[in-house]
Every structure is written in C-alpha cells, then in structure tokens.
C-alpha cells in the first residue's frame, strides 16, 4: 500500500481530499514554500558552517551592546517572573505561529504540496538542521585536527580514530562492549524474573511501580543514591559507611574502594545502569507475558509442562521479538548514556566509556577526536538501525 | 524504539480478550506465588531495588555529619537526630544558588520542551499517516532512523548556530535542542497511533467536505489524547532527567537541576554529605508524581513500543 | 562572607556548564585550584575561591541552618585576625624567609594619577569589565578602583559572570567583547588572542610589568612571544599545610630542604602512635586529579628546573622523559607510599576518592601531619582555627631539593586582557597595573594578593597571604605558572587529571606518563 503512494505522481491517486484540476491550478505554491523551506534550512547551516571567528554581532541577542528590556527579558531572564513570562511568551508565539500556518493552509484551493508544507515543514527545518546536517558536520570534524582554542585546522586523515583505539582508549572500548553486553543481558535477566514472579499476585501493581521507580529518577540523582552504596572503606577500626562495604564486612570480606579498582569500578557502574533499566524491560517484557495466548499454554500444561519448564520451553519461544527489542532498546541505551560515568566513574580511565570520553574529549576542545567518539557509537548502533529498519518494513506490510 | 518489532498490544485489550481465561489464569499464578521461593525472590529482588533510594532518604533526614560518618542504616540513633533542616538549608542554596532556582529553570525548560515537540509531531505523524506524497517512505525512515542517532553527534554544531543567533544560555537554544531530540520518537510514536484509526472515520470526514486541518484537528485529534499523553510523559522525564544538554546549552539563568546536582557533586567535599541527599530527593520529586500520577499512560507509551534510547 | 562563598557555589555549579559549553570553540579549562572542573572559579581568585571553598562551609552548614551566613563569615574572620601579627611575614623554614622584611619596589602613588591622566581626557568615558570574579570579592574590586575614577573622570562598568570562561570566548568570536577581561589562565587567553581581538598593551603597562613583576610573570601574559596582558592577583601553591601545635607537641620542626621533609616523614612514619605523616586527598567531581598536578609540577621545578619546566610546557621535554619519569618517582615516593599517606583514611587509593577539600581534615583530628596544597585551602579548615605561625594551623613553603634553582614558586593568577585601545581602556589597563592599585586591592579584599613587587606586605590581611606575599615577593623566588593550566587543555584540564589519579589506584609510572603524552594534541 505504502509502495503505492509512493509512486503516486499526484494526491489523485492515493487518498486525496481534492480534486487534481484544482492542484494544478495554483501548483507554483508548493515550489515556492519549500523553496523557502530549503532557504531555511541553507541559510541554518550556512550558520553553523562559517567559521566562528569571523562572525559579527549575534542576530538576535547581544548582552553587551545593553539591549533593551524586552530582548534581556526575552533572551536573558533572571527573576521569577521573567522566568514564568518568556514560557508563557515562548509557547504563545509557537502556537500563534503554528495556528497561523494552519489558518493559512486551511482553505479550499490550497495544492497539497502546500499542505504538506504547513504540517512537515518545521518538522523538516528542525530535523535537517538540528540532526541531519549536524551529524554530517560532527563526522567532518572527525577527520580535521582542533587548535586549543577549538577552532578547525585542517584535515588529519584517521588520526583521531587511531586515538580512539589505541592507549588507554582501548580500555574505553573494553568496557563499552561490557556495558552493551551486561547491561541488557541482566536488565531483562531480572525485568523477565521479575515479571514472571509478581505476575497476577495481589500486589502486582505495587510490586512493579517498585522495580520501576528507578527509570523515572535521574542518572544525576542515581549517581547520588549509589554514592552512598560504594563509599570507600572507613579509615580502619571504623564502622563501614557505604552499603557495599558494610555488607562485605558483615559476611566477613575485605572492604573494597570500589570505584577505583579495575574491573570492580565498571561493574560497580554496570549495576547501577542494570538498576535503572530493569524497570523499563520489567514492564515491556510482563506485557509480551500477558499476551502468550493462553491456548498455547493450555497444550503445553496438558503435555505436562510445568515451572521452569513451561516457562523455557514455552513461554519464553513466544515473547522472543519483545526480548530482542528490549535487549537493544537496553543495549543503545547503555551505548549512548554518559551521566552515571561522569558523575560516579571518579575520572579514571579505567572505568570510562564512549559516551563520557565523548563528552570529556568536548570539554577539553577536542573536537575531532570527540567527532570520532560519536562516531564510533553510531557506527556500534547501525546494525541495530537497520535491523530496526527492516522489521518496520514487515510490520508495514502485514499491516 | 523498533516498536513495530514488539508484538504487544496494550494489555487491556487482552484482557478484553481473554476474559474467560484470566480467572483460570489468575488461579494458576496464586498456585504460584505460593510457593515460597517464589515470592522470597520477588521480595528480595524489591528490597535490592529499594533499598539504595531508601538509603537516601534517610540520609537526607539525618543531621550533620551522621551521613558521612555511619551508614544510613543507623538511622537516627547515637548522636543523630532526625531533621528536615537539611532540605531547607539545600532549598535555600547554603549560600550557593538556591536549589528554587535550578527546580524553577527545570519547569521553565520542560514545559515548552515538551509542548512544541508533541505539537510539531503531531502535525507530521498526520502527514506520514494520512497525507499520501511522494517519497514519504523514504522521509520516514529518515525520520525512524533519526531515534537512534547519539544526540552527541549533534551537540557542538548546533552550539555553533546558537552562538550565531545570539541564543546561547538562553532558555530558546535548550526548548530547541529538546524538540529536535525529541521529535523522531515523538514522530513514530504518534504516526503510530494514528496508524491504528479506522481509516473510514477519515473517509467519512473527507465527504463530508473536510480538509486536512480539519481533518486533524476535529477528528483525529480528540482520539489521540492518550497518545499525546504517553508521549508528553516520556518527553517529561527526558527533558527533566537531562543533564548533556542542559551542560551543553543552559547558562547562568538557565541551569536546570540537574546541572545544580552535579555542580553540588563536584563542589563538595564531605561536607555536602548533609546537602546533597535532600537535594537529589527533591530533584526526584516532580518526576516521581508526575510518573506515579500518569503511570498507566506511561507503561502505555513504553508498549507501543518506545523508549528514548 | 556568605557573599564570596555564594560566588564559589555558582561557581562550581557552573564549572561543569562551563567545561561543557567550552565545547564550541571557546577557551578555556585548566586546572581549578579549587575545584571544580572548571578552572574558571579557581584560578580567578585563587584565595576567595578558597574562601568560598566547599568544605568549611558545608561542614558547618548543619550548625548554621538558621544562619548560615554567620558561620561562613566566621570561617572568612578567621584569615583575617591571624593575620594581625607583625611576625607572620616571615615564612617560616622557608628559604625565603630573607626577603621578609624587604622593602616594596619604589611606590608609584605618587605619580599613577599623572600618568593615567596623561592618556587623554576620558572624563565621562566609561570602560566596561568582565571577569569570573562576583560576590563579595566583586564589591572590594569595584570598591579598590573608586581612585581611577576620582583622578580621571571615567567610570568603571564591571560584571562579574560565574559562566565567564564559556561566554568570553564566545563574545570575542562573536565580536562583542566587553573592553577589559579578567584572564583566570593563560591557556585561555591564548584562546582569546586566537579570535583575534585582544589588542597589545600600552607602553606603560609594558613598563609597569617589567618593573614590579619576576620576568615569568609576563610570560605568562604572553602568547606566541607577543606580551598581551599584565597579571593582576596571584596564589600560591607551594605550601605545605601542618599544625605548629603538633609538631610542637612532638618537637618536630619545618623542614628546609625536600631531604629534610622526607627524612621527618620517616620519622613520623616510624613512629610507634601510627599517625601517618601525610593526607592527601584529590577527588573533585569531574576534575578530580588536579591537585595531583601540582604536586608533580613541584617537583619537575624542584628537580628539573625552571628550564626544564618551560620546555615541559611546551612539550619539548615530553612527560615520558627520563628527567620528568624520575620527578614523578619522587612524587610517588611520598604520596605512593604506604607509610606515608594517608591519614588512617586507607590506603594510597583512598587519596583518589578523598575529596580535596576534606583532605585537611585530619590534620585537624590528629590523624596527619602534613598535607600539600595552595593558599587557598587557608578558608577550608573546619571550626575556625588559629591560622597563624605557632598556632593551630600554618604552612610552610614546600622545600627545594637543591640549591641549584633559586626558590621555586608554582603560581596561579589571573591576567588584564583588553579588546580595546581606546584612551580610557588604557589608561584603566595601565591603573590596574600599578603597585598603588595592588595596594588598594588587597586593602579592598582580604582574600586577594597580587605578585606585584610594588604590594606592601602591610596592606596584606591574613598570616597566610603574607606568607604568600613575601614568598612572591622573595628576590631569590624563581615563579611559574601552574603548568596544567599552561598546557593544551586536552592535556592539563583532561588526560593529565585522569592519568594521575588512575596512577594513584595502582597504575605504573611509565603507563601514566605515556598516556598523557599520547593525549597531546596533534597541531
């Protein structure tokens, strides 16, 4: 169905609300708006792409030339009232706008070229811009060498991949692969478990919300609540602080100083992405549960299933799709967070991964190498992508 | 994301569904959870799950300097007394920038960082899903494959436009990095919603003479509100939970809490022990009502396939 | 007080902000000296900063829920009265104790006026100001310059912005920089000379600094052999902290040379109370490492010389070189070995997770002896104790190892960059670079000094920034620039910090320094 508007040359064929003669009528709109909509999305690049450096005045708002109350209130607001006001300002004006666009497009000769403008265009501006371009730019940059004062001095080749796999950046790499592996495996490891145990209990609801919270919680304020876990051992003859080491003292072991010992700082920051997470694969995987048809579960229970054995044999073949999507879902999630390293992973090498030695490579104007960073995480992801691409196509056509 | 890929329908409708056998079902899982090693796993598991969040509101009820001199599980024995002083000095700042400040920035920035999206990705998904033009497959997939891109790769580029502009640290370059990161999931998820609307309500509207904006607007719009709440709910949480962008674009008004939480992490030492934990439950506040208040519609958003990766 | 100690809060929030959005392709990041990731905060006023340090305050924040602000203006008091005695100039042990005592260069108060005049009429002309510096070190600035204003007419636009580092770079590129900036690092203001705005000084502030400044001084306020910006404040990080009371207690004395302090360390060490001679502690967030920097930046001064140091800088002496492989030998001699650190905390790990701004503590509980860090930890220690030359609290100027090198002084300031050289931005560049405005200065704010030879110790408040003073101030001082913050930023504020501290948790010398040599930018 999909292939067939896609060939359509004109909205008469597929389900258009207008006739074509009166598409044809007026058919230098559609050109002229997404002419327009291209400038745009030129002039935004054109932008980004020019060198700093030469840049004059900011268009719209410069704090040192002592703007007007308006522009400081508008751009840079300080009190709480300010605040509040440009919220309020800032979604009137896009509903004003995007209202006006609607208003303008809703009329009875309108060519669905220009329709489509109204509904797609900032939707394409932003995207374009904001994703497309940018991305482009970001893999450029990966192959250009950065002066320290982050400015673009010519092209180096795969150097900055060469960093990237080399020295201790090889440690980055190690434990970039744990966490994608781990991660998902003990999400849906525990989520499915879980699942299965609280399923149509009496506190199911309950029991969930529990393993759920985490997902809701920021990485920031996990990083906090797990400070408290892996508190580096109490000078000596002391009571242990941190959770971990309490524990490992009660049954008799050696307090650790977690973070800082390798592998035990990457696992350590492996479970607290496990603790988030589990949640998130709990609740997909208890529904996928919930969905086994019961038929299919009645014949296994009359040929004597029963327990784990039900659940290996029977259940688990079932829901397979749901646990491949959650095990990537989980995996790219891993790939792509860097909050729990940066505020937990006390700095060392040894603990890092992609996304945080993107980030420290940013803060440092390291461009280039960061380019390649963000780079090779999404080089990691594209399989995932195209499988994700291919399985929406099956979807499309089944539907 | 890869929703397509999940085979799960939304919960109720197998329990519409299956009625007859839920209550046979419903027999077997007691027969279950009966079982002893059963539900001792699933208490232990809660408890492992609970217990460090649990640890931290005690903490942050526990005067100076208990918590960095005993474990929370002393609670407020010994020398330690219960207090909530400590939220008050975290919410005044303790001569930093009041915690009011950054929660104020947070709601500054998640409102519109939530309401343009869902708008812009509202008008879109209808024109992938009922608009037919040519290479609209392709667009889409674009658009699909635009979820999985790392948010990294886009960072510095757009700081370059903002800087042009003249947007830089102000709330605009944030509300607009947020909707252009969250626009590709915003754009599934709701194309996939509208999916599921019976094209003859859309036929019946187009004989009746209606256009597209009206289509959209007195149709399928007042259908799709669960939707557009699933989708605000996660957009909510991200946006609130986000620190990359936040370090990346907010400056000296706009700092959201999350930034004002990490700034406390590297300013303190021992001495923020009696700080931070209040400062980390409050930052958690607005997300856990907002999650716990609108947890169907969430778990609901999680189902139709999606989550920001 | 609170008001500094706000500014330090805002600060270090917006350090990580800061670090992040430097990202574009603005300048800056070094080492803070206070800490936070974001050397903004730090270097700028490497006292106040301290003052406004994290630990004191948060320690005492229990006591002070309902009113905070008095404890934090106790803790700031407490610099300020020790300071009293007429003694306290001399550093005590240090070899530059002889220049205590020694006469300022020749004041210029008497003809600054004259001079500042003789740069046009600019009466009515306004010169604005942006620095990193805000709160109560931000009122004493604007309150040191009310003279400029009184001889020639032309007032002073200052703002303070705690997102400085991020935003003066940008405002440079964007081509709207305020007239005059407040540099906290020279890696920055390369980063300001890159987009082509900073203008040269005039041949009065040149004078100037050649006169009241060492020669390493202007240095720093260079980039690319081209002078662009005269120092303004100063720190010092050469100290070593310790309690007069305990050493007293055990008759110990301040050593004078680097084998003297080994030598009491042993002696410590062997001692049957098991109290460790050293704590140490360099956890900082995002940052943390830095203050392990400074110690093998003491070092390679001390062993390699100031020479030496110059071209490490520059990476012509690379980090994996035999001469800086043996200055981190000596630095792990010390903090590497177990007998020494680290105050009952643990073991040499436990340094990596030690919060810098904790890490004084134990000397305060009698669990250490010793612990090296810069000035501004002078407003860190908790309950307000006696900092003073027999008192509860004092430094002493980390010793030399030989002879060969003068009084090796590592160093933290920041620089005066103009963007303009209208006739009031110069004359406004060459007040600040007079001794009489150093005088005003640290007259105005307690918690700032300057390196100019012109500042009169009396002016100075605080025991420790006197000592700070008269070791700046000593003929014989030989002073560089923390070298992290001189190095690209790829190195000094990253690959340096993070290799440090995982070479505390047990990685070996030769693989640290070659993973810091492998991070230096290819340029």
């Known amino acids: 169905m999909t292939e067939v508007q896609d060939r359509a040359p004109s909205p008469v064929q597929g389900r258009a ?103 797609l265009g ?99 304020a996990s990083g906090i609540i797990w400070r408290y876990v892996y508190l580096a051992p109490a000078p000596s003859g002391k009571d242990q602080i941190g959770l971990a080491n309490a524990l490992v003292h009660l049954v008799g072991g050696t307090p650790q100083n977690w973070i800082t010992k390798a592998p035990l700082g990457t696992f350590a920051l492996i479970i607290v992405m496990v603790w988030i997470q589990t949640g998130f694969a709990m609740t997909v ?43 990537t879902t989980v995996a790219i999630a891993s790939l792509k967070t860097f909050d729990i390293v940066n505020v937990m992973g006390g700095n060392l090498p040894k603990n890092n991964i992609l996304a945080n030695a993107f980030y420290n490579a940013l803060v440092v104007r390291q461009n280039g190498l960061a380019g390649a960073f963000a780079v090779v995480i999404f080089i990691i992801v594209t399989p995932v992508i195209i499988f994700n691409v291919r399985q929406m196509k099956k979807a499309e056509e089944n539907r | 994301m890869t929703a397509v890929v999940a085979p799960v329908p939304a919960p109720e409708l197998q329990l519409s569904a299956r009625k007859l056998k839920a209550q046979q079902r419903a027999s077997d899982a007691k027969t279950k959870l009966s079982s002893p090693w059963a539900s001792g796993l699933a208490i232990l598991i809660a408890i492992l799950w609970t217990v460090p969040t649990f640890g931290l509101l005690i903490n942050s009820t526990r005067s100076d300097p208990a918590p960095q001199q005993s474990g929370f599980w002393n609670f407020w024995n010994g020398s330690t007394s219960f207090t909530l002083g400590n939220y008050g000095t975290a919410w005044s700042g303790n001569g930093g920038t009041p915690l009011y400040d950054f929660i104020i920035n947070s709601v500054v920035i998640t409102l519109p960082a939530v309401f343009i999206p869902i708008t812009l990705a509202l008008l879109a998904a209808y024109a992938f899903a009922w608009i037919p033009f040519r290479g609209k497959n392709i667009l889409f997939i674009a658009v699909f494959v635009m979820q999985v891109v790392p948010i990294q790769v886009a960072l510095l580029p757009l700081l370059t436009v903002y800087v042009k502009v003249g947007l830089t640290n102000s709330f605009w370059s944030i509300w ?88 406390l ?45 | 007080m609170p008001m500094i100690r706000h500014r330090r809060a805002l600060a270090l929030v917006g350090a990580a902000a800061t670090a992040a959005l430097v990202l574009s392709a603005c300048g800056s990041s070094t080492t803070p000296p206070a800490a936070s990731n974001t050397p903004a905060p730090s270097t700028a006023a490497p006292t106040s900063d301290s003052s406004s340090s994290a630990s004191p305050s948060s320690s005492e924040s229990s ?137 040269a000084p005039p041949s009065q502030v040149v004078d100037n600094v050649t006169k009241y400044w060492d020669a390493g001084w202007k240095v720093n306020g260079s980039v690319k052999d081209t002078f662009y910006a005269a120092p303004l404040g100063a720190n ?92 981190l030998a000596k630095v792990g001699a010390i903090w590497k070995n177990e007998k020494y650190v680290n105050a009952g905390i643990g073991d040499v790990s436990s340094i990596a997770t030690t919060n810098f701004a904790d890490a004084g503590f134990p000397i305060q509980s009698q669990q250490c002896y010793m612990m090296q860090q810069a000035s501004f930890y002078a407003s860190n220690w908790k309950d307000n104790p006696d900092i003073s030359e027999n008192g509860d609290i004092y430094a002493f100027y980390l010793p030399t190892m030989s002879d060969k090198f003068g009084t090796p002084v590592e160093v933290g300031g920041e620089f005066t960059a103009a963007f303009a050289s209208r006739p009031e931005v110069q004359a406004f560049q060459y007040y600040l670079s007079t001794a009489h405005w150093a005088n005003n200065q640290s007259k105005a704010i307690a918690s700032r000094v300057s390196a100019n030879k012109g500042l009169d110790v009396a002016n100075v408040q605080g025991a420790i920034n006197k000592l700070s003073v008269s070791i700046l101030q000593d003929p014989a001082a030989v002073s560089r620039f923390d070298a992290s913050d001189l190095m690209p930023a790829a190195v000094g504020s990253g690959a340096e910090w993070q290799a440090l501290t995982a070479w505390l948790t047990g990685t070996e010398d030769a693989d640290t320094l070659a993973a810091i040599d492998g991070a230096w930018p290819t340029s």
């Not at chain 1, 840049?55 to 509040?84: E, H, V």
């Not at chain 1, 040929?303 to 829901?319: E, H, N, Q």
């Not at chain 2, 019946?204 to 009206?214: E, L, Q, S």
């Not at chain 3, 020694?102 to 008497?110: C, I």
Request: include cysteine.
């Open chain 1, 122 to 220: 900032p939707v394409v501006i932003f995207l374009s811009i904001g994703l497309l371009w940018s991305g482009i730019k970001t893999v450029i940059q990966s192959f250009q060498k950065f002066d320290d004062a982050g400015a673009a001095n010519g092209f180096v080749g795969l150097d900055n991949y060469a960093k990237v796999f080399t020295g201790q950046n090889t440690q980055v790499l190690i434990n970039s692969v744990l966490w994608i592996f781990l991660v998902p495996l003990f999400a849906v490891a525990f989520g499915l478990l879980y699942a299965v145990l609280v399923d149509r209990t009496r506190f199911e609801a309950v029991a969930k919300s529990l393993i759920f919270l985490p997902t809701a919680i920021s990485m920031v």
């Open chain 2, 176 to 263: 607009l990095s947020h909707t252009i990161f969250g626009l590709p999931l915003a754009i599934f998820l709701l194309h996939n919603f509208m999916k599921e609307i019976p094209p003859s309500l859309i036929e019946a509207a187009r004989v009746d003479g209606a256009g597209h904006v009206k289509i959209f607007l007195k149709v399928l719009l007042p259908l799709l509100v669960p939707a557009i709440a699933s989708f605000a709910i996660f957009q909510f949480l991200w946006v609130w939970n986000d620190l990359l962008v936040a370090l990346t674009f907010s400056g000296e008004n706009t700092a959201p809490i999350t930034q004002g939480i990490q700034g």
């Open chain 1, 17 to 119: 609300p207008r006739p074509a003669n009166k598409t044809k009528e007026t058919s230098w709109g559609a050109p002229l708006i997404w002419g327009i909509i291209g400038l745009v999305i030129v002039g935004g690049i054109w932008l980004g792409w020019s060198p700093l450096k030469q840049g004059s005045s900011p268009i719209l708002y410069d704090n040192a030339k002592n703007p007007g109350w308006i522009s400081r209130m508008l751009f840079q607001p300080t009190t709480l009232g300010q605040k509040l006001l440009v919220m309020v300002v800032a979604i009137a004006l896009f509903l004003a706008i995007m209202g006006l666009i609607l208003w303008l497009i809703d009329r009875p000769k309108i060519p669905t070229g220009v329709v489509l403008a109204g509904f």
């Open chain 3, 63 to 199: 006591t002070s829920e309902t009113s905070g602000s008095e404890t934090s203006s106790s803790e700031t008091s407490s610099s300020e009265t020790s300071g009293s005695e007429p003694s306290s100039s001399k550093p005590s042990g240090s070899e530059s104790g002889s220049s205590s005592g020694a006469a300022p260069v020749e004041s210029d108060d008497a003809t600054w006026c004259d001079t500042a005049k003789s740069f046009g009429d600019i009466k009515g002309k306004s010169v604005s100001v942006y620095s990193s510096i805000v709160g109560a070190e931000q009122t004493g600035l604007q309150k040191s310059w009310a003279d400029f204003t009184d001889c020639t007419g032309a007032t002073v636009a200052y703002t303070g912005d705690k997102n400085f580092e991020k935003q003066v770079v940008q405002k440079a590129q964007a081509g709207n920089p305020s007239d005059i900036a407040f540099v906290p690092q020279p890696g920055l203001l390369a980063s300001l000379v890159a987009t082509g705005k900073v203008v």
């Open chain 1, 285 to 327: 995987l208890s529904a996928a549960l919930k969905a086994v048809p019961d038929d299919i579960i009645e014949a296994a229970r009359i040929d004597g299933a029963t327990g784990p054995r039900l659940f290996f044999s029977v259940m688990l073949p079932s829901i397979r799709p749901t646990v491949v999507v959650v095990l």
């Open chain 2, 265 to 309: 992490t590297t300013q303190f030492g021992s001495g923020g022990s009696t700080i931070l934990p209040p400062a980390a439950i409050l930052a958690m506040l607005v997300p856990l009502a907002v999650f716990l208040s609108l947890q169907r519609f969430f778990v609901r958003g999680l189902l139709a396939g999606s989550v920001k990766g």
């Open chain 3, 236 to 327: 010092i990080k050469s100290l070593v902290w310790y309690s007069p009371k305990m050493f007293a207690a055990k008759g110990y004395t301040v050593p004078t040379t680097w084998d003297d302090m080994v030598a009491l360390s042993d002696k410590i060490a062997a001692d049957a109370d098991g109290v460790k001679p050293w704590c140490a502690g360099v956890e900082s967030g995002n940052a943390t490492g830095w203050t392990a920097t400074d110690w093998l930046e003491e070092v390679v001064l001390r062993n390699n010389g100031p020479d030496v140091y110059d071209q490490w800088v520059k990476h012509d002496v690379k980090f994996a070189d035999p001469m800086i492989a043996d200055s």
